[in-house]
């Protein structure tokens, strides 16, 4: 059995509902087990607990953290990430804070991988509209960005991040390839 950890922070609900659609296509992989947990200093140490991880974050306050996840990032730069797979994914408004977007997803990442961490699910940010993020790296998203604006493809974009993130992750046995 593989086991997720999944943590998240959400001030309006966004990314909690987003976390509970991967969690539910992740459940179909056979051979895992997927844990959510609200990021809260009571919750930030069973992160170590996890054979893989994934961080929800949207981003707030024009660039920054959102606040749960704020309170406990001294924390994690304190943990070792070496060698854990790790993916991210964020909620933002492009239309909002263009120069801002996703900033939380860059954030973290960076901090996560200043720790060791194995980032993966990495997201083109071929056609999203923003004029500056933090999350873009080489093109790139550091995870799966999610738009305030574009809640109609939010349901194919969980979709194919989770179907990549389910070869990422090594989640198939040989014998399920
Ligand atoms: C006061 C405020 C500041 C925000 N700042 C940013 C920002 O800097 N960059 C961004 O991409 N989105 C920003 N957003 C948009 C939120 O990230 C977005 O609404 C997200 O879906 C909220 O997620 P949650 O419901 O999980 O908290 C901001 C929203 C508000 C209300």
């Known amino acids: 059995m593989i086991t997720i950890g999944l943590f998240y922070g959400s001030t309006t609900g966004n990314t909690e509902e987003s976390a509970m659609a991967i969690a539910q296509a992740l459940r179909t992989v056979q051979g895992v087990a997927v844990d959510i947990h609200e990021i809260s200093t009571k919750t930030v140490g069973?992160?170590?607990?996890?054979?893989r991880l994934i961080f929800g974050v949207p981003t707030w306050d024009v660039?920054?953290?959102q606040s749960d996840w704020d309170m406990v990032l001294l924390k994690l730069q304190s943990l070792n990430f070496?060698?854990?797979?790790?993916a991210l994914f964020g909620h933002g408004d492009s239309i909002g804070y263009p120069d801002t977007y996703q900033d939380a997803i860059g954030i973290l990442g960076t901090a996560c991988l200043e720790q060791g961490a194995d980032l993966v699910g990495w997201w083109a940010a071929d056609g999203y509209k923003f004029d500056e993020s933090q999350a873009l790296m080489e093109g790139m998203f550091m995870g799966l960005a999610l738009d305030d604006n574009?809640?109609?493809?939010?349901?194919?974009?969980i979709q194919a991040w989770v179907e990549q993130l389910i070869v990422e992750f090594a989640l198939l046995t040989l014998e399920d390839a």
């Open 150 to 157: 574009e809640t109609e493809k939010a349901a194919d974009r």
């Open 63 to 65: 660039g920054e953290l």
């Open 82 to 86: 070496t060698g854990k797979m790790l």
């Open 46 to 51: 069973a992160i170590v607990n996890y054979d």
